[in-house]
C-alpha cells in the first residue's frame, strides 16, 4: 500500500471505527464484557468493518521498527527517518494544550467549560495526528502526505474552533496555530517532492 489515497481511506475507516465505538458506548458503559458488546453490535453494521483483536498482524508491519518492550529510554531518535525540522510542532500544540488547561482550570463558568473541553479534545487530536506524521516509518512517503493532510485538516479544525470561541487571548493563540499550519504546508511540500 504505497499510494497516499489508500492510506487515508484507511484512515478514514479507523476513524469512522472509533465514532461508532463511542456512539455505542453510552449504552454499555461499566457493564462486564462491555467492549466484546460494543464490538459485537458495531460488528453488525455493514458500512463499519471492525477487525478483532486477534487480527493485528497487519499492525506489526505498520511500524516494524517499533519494539513495543524496548525502554523509550534507549531509543536512538536520530536514527528514525522523522523530519527533525517538524519536532517542535508538537511542543508548539502541546504548549497551546498547557494554556487553554489553565484557562480550563481557572475558569468558573459552565458556559466556558463547554468551549474549553472541545478546543482541548481538538488541540490533542492535532497533537497525536502530528506526531503520527512525524515518526511515521522510515521511507513511507504516501502514509507520511495522508497523515500530513489530515493533520493539516486538524489544525484547521482547531484554528476555527479558537476562533469562534472569544476565550482570552485568542488572537496571540491563533497566531501560534497559523505558524503550525504553515510548517505543516511545509512538510508536505517538501514530502510531495520525495
Not at 69 to 98: A, G, K, Q, T
Not at 105 to 122: D, F, G, H, I, R
Not at 130 to 143: K, L, W
Request: proline residues 4%; contains cysteine; negative net charge.
Amino acid at each position: 500500500m504505497n499510494d497516499e489515497f489508500k492510506f487515508e481511506r484507511e484512515i478514514r475507516l479507523d476513524e469512522e471505527r472509533i465514532a461508532s465505538y463511542f456512539a455505542e458506548l453510552p449504552a454499555f458503559i461499566d457493564l462486564p464484557g462491555e467492549n466484546e458488546a460494543i464490538f459485537e453490535r458495531i460488528a453488525k453494521n455493514e458500512n463499519v468493518k471492525v477487525s478483532s483483536i486477534e487480527d493485528n498482524g497487519n499492525l506489526r508491519h505498520v511500524a516494524p521498527a517499533w519494539d513495543p518492550e524496548e525502554d523509550p529510554e534507549d531509543i536512538d531518535y536520530n536514527e528514525l527517518d522523522f523530519h527533525l525540522d517538524y519536532n517542535d510542532i508538537p511542543r508548539m500544540l502541546n504548549s497551546l494544550c498547557i494554556i487553554l488547561s489553565e484557562y480550563f482550570a481557572a475558569n468558573n463558568s459552565v458556559e466556558l467549560e463547554k468551549v474549553y473541553l472541545p478546543l482541548l479534545c481538538q488541540c490533542s487530536k492535532a497533537i497525536a495526528r502530528i506526531s503520527d506524521t512525524i515518526f511515521a516509518v522510515s521511507g513511507e512517503h504516501a502514509m507520511q502526505i495522508a497523515l500530513a493532510k489530515r493533520s493539516l485538516s486538524d489544525v484547521n479544525d482547531f484554528a476555527a474552533m479558537l476562533h469562534q470561541s472569544n476565550i482570552p487571548d485568542a488572537d496571540q493563540l491563533l497566531d501560534i496555530v497559523r505558524v503550525i499550519r504553515s510548517k505543516i504546508l511545509d512538510m508536505i511540500f517538501k514530502l510531495q517532492k520525495n
